[in-house]
């Protein structure tokens, strides 16, 4: 549990997908680092998220509930 205020999962990888399971509670935002096409899957989580793409390609699966998503230069792929 992120607790109060605003907390943020940070990734960075070369290339992968940080997949988020149902058991991340308290977060309320997401951000690609670096400058690999990385992505995040966050359908299995239970609140909505602030997702930020980094310059890649990034593929972002959001929330089933009100995300806002910012991905960023590059052609990235947005679902949910």
Do not use: Q, W
Request: no cysteine; aromatic share 2%.
């Amino acid at each position: 549990d992120g607790g109060a205020g605003i907390d943020t999962i940070a990734f960075a990888a070369a290339t992968g997908t940080l997949v988020l399971s149902a058991g991340v509670v308290g977060v309320e935002r997401v951000v690609l680092l670096g400058t690999g096409a990385t992505g995040v899957d966050a359908a299995a989580v239970a609140s909505g998220l602030t997702v930020v793409g980094n310059g890649a390609a990034n593929a972002i699966t959001g929330t089933a509930l009100v995300d806002t998503v910012e991905g960023g230069a590059g052609n990235d792929a947005l679902v949910g």
